[in-house]
């Protein structure tokens, strides 16, 4: 079923997606870097920015940048006054990504933070600043728990919180696993269930990118 799972995804690309030459080029120049193609699909790049306009996000947080292309699909759903912030440990991937938002003219809207982000995001939630709206989760597996701790304690009642890759061709059912990625989100997905201030889901995704999923938690108590 996969080559179908691509068709679809490219029809979609072809028939429906709006063309932006700016995030085309931020693949093709991080595929000449040798940045590696885990970059979310165009399909779900368009989810995203669905989900930061329908909740007027206007401040957004990223945990793992790569060449910056789901920053690009997110920061061209901000306002001017908007801001997203994106957690980048490679500095090589930071200065892709810093010249594909240079080129794509959000450079204003966009903060790239070089560093660990479970170095980063304490010095973050230390600066005061106002709770973000929405949360993108993309970067190690592993450490999916603490940033999910973190993202709570840097959101308000009505926050989304959206990680990537947590089904994992399905091998997020298996409670044995040994795989630290799978045993990072069933880590993760346990926090989401027992939390009272997040409800969430899990929805599984196919397509260009094979079998995965997103999960959705939303901040319905005070944080
Ligand atoms: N969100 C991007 C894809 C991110 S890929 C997109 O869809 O376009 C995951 C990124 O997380 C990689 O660039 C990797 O270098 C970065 N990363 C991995 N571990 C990290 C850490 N501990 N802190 C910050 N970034 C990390
Ligand atoms: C990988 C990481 C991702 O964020 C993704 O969407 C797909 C694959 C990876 O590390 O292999
Ligand atoms: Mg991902």
């Given at each position: 079923m996969r080559e179908r799972w691509t068709a679809v995804d490219r029809y979609v690309e072809e028939d429906l997606l709006i063309p932006d030459l700016a995030l085309d080029a931020a693949l093709a120049d991080s595929a000449a870097a040798g940045l590696p193609a885990i970059n979310v699909s165009p399909s779900q790049g368009r989810f995203l920015q669905i989900l930061a306009q329908a909740m007027g996000a206007r401040y957004i947080l990223e945990i793992?940048?790569?060449?910056?292309y789901s920053t690009i699909w997110l920061a061209?759903?901000?306002?001017?006054s908007g801001r997203i912030i994106s957690l980048e440990l490679d500095p090589k991937h930071a200065a892709v990504a810093g010249a594909n938002i240079a080129r794509a003219g959000l450079t204003e809207l966009v903060d790239v933070r070089l560093g660990k982000a479970l170095e980063t995001l304490p010095k973050l939630a230390a600066e005061g600043r106002p709770p973000f709206d929405l949360f993108f989760i993309d970067a190690d597996k592993e450490h999916i728990p603490d940033y999910f701790t973190w993202a709570l304690k840097m959101s308000r009642r009505g926050s989304l919180i959206v990680v990537d890759n947590v089904v994992r061709k399905g091998e997020?059912?298996?409670?044995?696993?040994?795989?630290p990625n799978v045993r990072g989100v069933r880590r993760f997905i346990e926090m989401m269930a027992s939390e009272p201030r997040v409800g969430g889901t899990v929805i599984q995704t196919v397509g260009v990118k094979g079998y995965d999923g997103f999960a959705l938690a939303l901040v319905s108590g005070a944080a």
């Open positions: 793992g940048t790569l060449g910056g061209r759903a901000l306002p001017k997020v059912i298996e409670s044995q696993s040994e795989d």
